[in-house]
C-alpha cells in the first residue's frame, strides 16, 4: 500500500523527490519552489516532472498518474479533416518564430483549462531554454501570418510537449501531426502531453501509467542529442504532406 506523501520545498541544491512522492489530490503535485533555471527544469524534464502554476503562486511541480501520451506513430486527424488539407496552402516549419508562439499559446483563451500559467517568468524561462537548443516551436504559416503552433522541450530521444494554440481552425493539429511526423523519422516514439483532456485522445494521445512513463523517459533521455538545429532538420513541411 503506497503511502501519502507532502510535497517537498525545493531549496537551491535540493533534488527531486521521486516521481512515485506525488500527492494523489492533487494528482501529480510533487514540490513547490525551487527556481526555473535550465539546470532545475532540465532535471525535471529527465525524471517525468514539469511546472506548472499561475501567477500570484509559488512554482509547483508535477508528475501526473496517468500520464497523458502520443505515441509519434499514432496520431490521428480525422479523414474529414485530412480531406480539408489536400487543398491547404499552410507551411510548417520549426524554430523559426519561438517567442511569438509561446507568447499565442498564453495568450488564447482556453474555458476551463490552464490559461494563465504561461506567466512572464516561464515565458523568459523557456526563452532560455530555447537559446540553449532544448526549447522549440512548431509554427503553422499561412503566408508570414501565423495560424498555429505548439512548443515544449528535447532531451535525447524524448520530447515533452508543452502548449499549443491555433488562431485558425485546426492549426494546432496540423503543428501537433507535423511534429508527430518528424519525430518518428528521427526515431523519437513519444510526445509527451502532460495532463488529460477530453481533445487529446480524439488525435490518438493515451494515458500510460506514471512508473512506465517515468521508466521510458529514463531511457529515452539517454540517447545522444540530435544533431543540428530544428529549423533545419524539420525543413518546410506543406500542411497538405498530412492528408494522406
Not at 25 to 39: C, F, K, V, Y
Request: hydrophobic letters at 45%; proline letters at 8%; charged letters at 20%.
Amino acid at each position: 500500500m503506497s503511502h501519502a506523501h507532502a510535497p517537498v520545498m525545493l531549496a537551491p541544491g535540493v533534488p527531486f523527490p521521486p516521481a512515485d512522492h506525488a500527492l494523489h489530490d492533487p494528482n501529480g503535485l510533487l514540490a513547490i519552489g525551487g527556481d526555473l533555471s535550465p539546470g532545475r527544469l532540465l532535471d525535471a524534464y529527465r525524471h517525468g516532472i514539469f511546472p506548472w502554476f499561475s501567477a500570484g503562486q509559488p512554482i509547483l511541480w508535477w508528475s501526473p498518474d496517468p500520464r497523458m501520451v502520443f505515441r509519434t506513430d499514432r496520431v490521428r486527424l480525422s479523414s474529414r479533416f485530412r480531406r480539408t488539407l489536400r487543398h491547404s496552402t499552410w507551411i510548417v516549419r520549426a524554430d523559426t518564430r519561438f517567442d511569438e508562439v509561446v507568447d499565442a499559446c498564453a495568450r488564447i483563451p482556453r474555458p476551463g483549462q490552464r490559461g494563465t500559467w504561461i506567466t512572464p517568468a516561464m515565458r523568459r524561462a523557456y526563452g532560455e531554454l530555447h537559446r540553449l537548443g532544448h526549447a522549440h516551436s512548431i509554427e503553422v504559416l499561412d503566408g508570414d501570418r501565423l495560424v498555429g503552433g505548439l512548443y515544449g522541450v528535447a532531451v535525447g530521444a524524448m520530447v515533452f510537449g508543452e502548449s499549443m494554440f491555433s488562431a485558425e481552425s485546426g492549426g494546432s493539429k496540423v503543428a501537433l501531426a507535423a511534429l508527430a511526423r518528424a519525430l518518428q523519422a528521427w526515431d523519437c516514439p513519444l510526445l509527451d502531453a502532460q495532463v488529460e483532456n477530453d481533445h487529446l485522445p480524439t488525435l490518438g494521445a493515451e494515458s500510460m501509467p506514471r512508473a512506465a512513463f517515468v521508466a521510458r523517459v529514463h531511457a529515452l533521455v539517454q540517447a545522444p542529442e540530435m544533431p543540428g538545429a530544428w529549423t533545419t532538420r524539420f525543413g518546410e513541411m506543406p500542411a497538405r504532406a498530412l492528408a494522406g
